[in-house]
């Protein structure tokens, strides 16, 4: 297909635009992520210690629940 210098040269501003313009929004992106890294950082900590409790707590309920059965199967005479 042969396109006109004019046109070739209006298609090579446009790609040029948007590459300018994906990398404008690349380097507002990256200074948007070093501003906030340390309320990243905390929100990652938190997330961490809230997982941690969580998991704490599911295996003190378990711990909980599986005497609850024990105790129940030996008052029953069956354990």
Do not use: P
Not at 17 to 23: A, I, K, N, T, V
Not at 30 to 36: G, I, N, P, R
Not at 53 to 62: A, G, L, R
Request: charged fraction near 30%; proline fraction near 0%; charge should be positive.
């Amino acid at each position: 297909m042969w396109v006109s210098r004019k046109k070739w040269e209006l298609l090579n501003k446009k790609v040029a635009d948007l590459e300018g313009q994906c990398r404008g929004q690349q380097e507002v992106m990256q200074q948007h992520l070093k501003q906030h890294k340390s309320e990243n950082e905390s929100y990652q900590k938190a997330l961490k210690e809230i997982s941690s409790n969580f998991s704490s707590c599911i295996y003190e309920v378990k711990a909980e629940i599986l005497k609850e059965i024990t105790q129940e199967l030996n008052h029953q005479g069956r354990f």
